[in-house]
């Protein structure tokens, strides 16, 4: 066994007792409560799920197993001369909550190398896919295809025990994690570099060997680190996460899971927002014709965007009230390393501009910026100017996260996810029965939503 999968196995000894306790001594204790507005607006808030790989604070943003962002991004090993730190020592770090020491993230580095190598009929598949397919229908295809390479679909099929199911599905997580860089590198080259692909370099450690792989230079290597790293985890209720949580409740494997989360990340409001961004930005920039607007010409593009029924892409968030710490960790990169970049400026503008904004227009309940309003500017500053492509790389980041959470989801037995619905029949006599109850009283605070 790795070392990393026994101390993994250790932590699963510790923790399995905790669940057990909570659910039979204290199964009925309320958690909180639902109100129509929740049941109908999409479950906002609604406490259901666990995890406790990440935690998502409204005011902080999100903290990786208690650590803040600037705190991981700290005390994660790093490698020689590098800025950014291992992301295979960020997935020790969600799987094991400890920081893991430089001869476990080495350890880790060389699992995940010998790990790396495509079936062939990878290749043939994102090879079979018609031109113009968007490469997250092309990722999410090709993950779905080494479904027959699952450990986990084949102990299940021989009987394993539901205590073990954890060991297999870790091993399907390695396994899938280690290939994601040269899948969504192979499909890069395919859509838009004739299919020339570069060869994977196994001195490399992950961060570093898909920007080999992309054919891009330092310090791009410490973008991809940082990429991978920021958008791994952002805690369960996100479409992504919430949506490989449910579908391996039915027992359905890593290969199946993460190509359902895919899906979900090629939303517009979701993953999707980091494209729509540049997309945005890139019209204003030919409408300025390559000049920094001035704060009043910004205020005008926002605006005509608003009036025109659109969101601001990048600004708002579901959870969070504050401004992203992943933004502000992309910022600063920027600021270090590409100040002089025109779009990067642009967000500059876009920062003091667009709160206000959404502030006076009222309804967004967080006017400021989250994750995708930086992270297709440095892509696009580094050479990657097709914008369908961004995606797939949050799809890399986010999937660590997913897979820590679905181990973790096997080892504390969490069942098969099936909450109950109404009719809408049923909410209107509840909301007769509560407004008899409680008079006008029982609508008052629906404008806050
Ligand atoms: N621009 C304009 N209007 C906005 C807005 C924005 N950036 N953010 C929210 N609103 C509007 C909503 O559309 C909603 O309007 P309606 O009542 O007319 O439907 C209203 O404000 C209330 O929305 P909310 O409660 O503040 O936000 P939601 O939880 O409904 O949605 C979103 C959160 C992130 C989807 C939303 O803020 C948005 O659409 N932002 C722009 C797209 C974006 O940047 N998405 C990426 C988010 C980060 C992420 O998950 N990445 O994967």
């Known amino acids: 066994m790795s070392s990393l999968k026994e101390k993994l196995y250790q932590k699963i000894e510790e923790h399995r007792p905790r669940t057990k306790k909570l659910l039979t001594d204290y199964c009925d204790v309320v958690v909180g409560e639902v109100t129509i507005g929740q049941a109908i607006g999409g479950m906002r808030g609604v406490k259901s799920l666990v995890t406790d790989i990440s935690y998502l604070d409204p005011q902080e943003g999100i903290r990786y197993r208690g650590y803040t962002l600037p705190e991981v991004f700290e005390k994660l090993p790093k490698p020689p001369g590098a800025e950014m730190p291992y992301v295979e020592g960020l997935f020790s770090l969600l799987l094991t909550g400890e920081i893991p020491t430089d001869n476990e993230v080495a350890d880790l580095a060389d699992e995940f190398r010998k790990r790396r190598i495509l079936p062939r009929y990878v290749y043939e598949v994102i090879d079979a896919f018609p031109s113009f397919s968007s490469p997250m229908a092309i990722f999410s ?176 968030h579901a959870v969070l009230r504050k401004t992203d710490p992943r933004y502000t960790l992309q910022r600063e990169f920027c600021q270090t390393h590409m100040k002089d970049d025109l779009l990067f400026q642009y967000t500059d503008v876009l920062y003091k501009v667009v709160p206000p904004i959404l502030l006076e227009q009222g309804k967004a309940k967080n006017p400021w910026p989250n994750v995708d309003a930086q992270s297709g500017i440095i892509h696009w500053h580094y050479g990657i100017t097709e914008y369908e492509f961004y995606t797939v790389l949050f799809g890399i980041g986010r999937s660590i996260g997913i897979t820590a959470n679905l181990i973790w989801d096997r080892a504390l037995g969490y069942p098969l996810e099936r909450p109950k619905s109404v009719t809408t029949e049923m909410l209107e006599k509840m909301a007769i029965a509560a407004t008899a109850d409680k008079g006008k009283n029982a609508s008052k605070n629906c404008k806050d939503g």
Not at 276 to 291: F, S
Not at 304 to 310: A, H, R, V
């Open 141 to 316: 295809a090709a993950i779905l295809t080494m479904q027959r390479e699952s450990f986990f679909a084949k102990k299940y099929q021989a009987g394993i025990s539901k205590m073990d199911y954890w060991d297999p599905t870790y091993e399907d997580s390695l396994n899938l994690l280690a290939k994601l860089p040269e899948v969504a590198s192979y499909i890069y080259a395919k859509l838009y570099r004739d299919g020339k692909r570069i060869q994977s370099n196994p001195n490399l450690d992950m961060g570093a060997n898909f920007a080999h792989m992309m054919g891009i230079p330092p310090p791009y290597d410490d973008v991809s680190r940082l990429n991978f790293i920021i958008h791994a985890d952002h805690e369960s209720g996100n479409v992504s996460a919430h949506t490989g949580h449910l579908v391996a409740s039915s027992l359905s494997d890593i290969y199946l899971s993460i190509s359902a989360m895919i899906n979900g990340l090629a939303g517009p409001l979701h993953g999707l927002a980091n494209q729509e961004v540049l997309r945005w930005m890139q019209d204003l920039a030919e409408k300025m014709d390559g000049q920094i607007p001035s704060e009043d010409q910004m205020k005008k593009f926002v605006w005509d965007t608003l009036n025109s029924g659109q969101v601001i892409p990048g600004f708002g």
